[in-house]
Structure formats: structure tokens, C-alpha cells
């Protein structure tokens, strides 16, 4: 069973997700009404793709941390199109508790 603060972790982790998720889904229908405008919107559709990068990545992170693999979260990707997995670890390993030993004396 995982320690509380691992599911504590986790639940944080998610709840972060789907923040982050609103705010893509939000940006994105803030570039749609600026093209319709014909307003310039080349940084609001850079800020997507930037946005959804970030959210790709956090999200393969966040499935292999409760337990999938690679190939479970994404089954198909195009050729040329893979995660930085470098990347994806270091979120996993931000998001995973880890025990802090105590120091046991020699003497006892």
C-alpha cells in the first residue's frame, strides 16, 4: 500500500492537471476569437503549443506514475513525435515521495 503522503502527492498532482488543462481549453478559445476578430494571435498560438507540450509530457508522467507504461498512455505516435522521457522522469521523481532515512547512531 502507498504511504499517505504519496496519495496526498498524487491527488496534487492531478488536481494540477486538470488546472492546467482548463487553461489550455480557455487559451485556445481566446485564439479562435482572436482570428475571428482578425486580430494578430501568433502569441496566443504559440502559448497553445508551448501549453500543450507541458501538459503532454506532465500527463505520460502522472499515467506512469500511478502505474502504466509507456505504450498504455500513447499507443500510437507519429514517427519523430516522441516525449522527452528525460523530461517526463523529472516530473515523476518531483512528484514521488521518498522516505527519508534517519540516521542510526554507530553505537547502537
Known amino acids: 500500500m502507498l504511504p499517505q503522503e ?12 486538470i488546472l492546467e488543462a482548463n487553461a ?3 487559451l485556445k478559445q481566446d485564439t ?5 476578430d482578425r486580430k494578430p494571435a ?8 508551448i501549453a500543450r507540450h507541458t ?6 508522467a502522472y499515467c506512469m506514475l500511478r502505474g502504466r507504461t509507456y505504450e498504455q ?5 507519429r514517427e ?3 516525449p522527452n522521457m528525460l523530461h517526463v522522469n523529472k516530473i515523476i521523481q518531483d512528484y514521488t515521495y521518498n ?3 534517519e540516521a542510526v547512531s554507530a553505537a547502537a
Open 6 to 17: 504519496q496519495i496526498n502527492l498524487t491527488r496534487k498532482f492531478k488536481k494540477e492537471l
Open 24 to 26: 489550455l481549453r480557455v
Open 32 to 36: 479562435v476569437v482572436a482570428q475571428k
Open 42 to 49: 501568433g502569441h496566443l498560438q504559440s502559448k497553445v503549443h
Open 55 to 60: 501538459i503532454r509530457h506532465r500527463h505520460l
Open 73 to 77: 498512455c500513447e499507443n500510437k505516435v
Open 80 to 82: 519523430g513525435n516522441k
Open 99 to 101: 522516505v527519508k532515512e
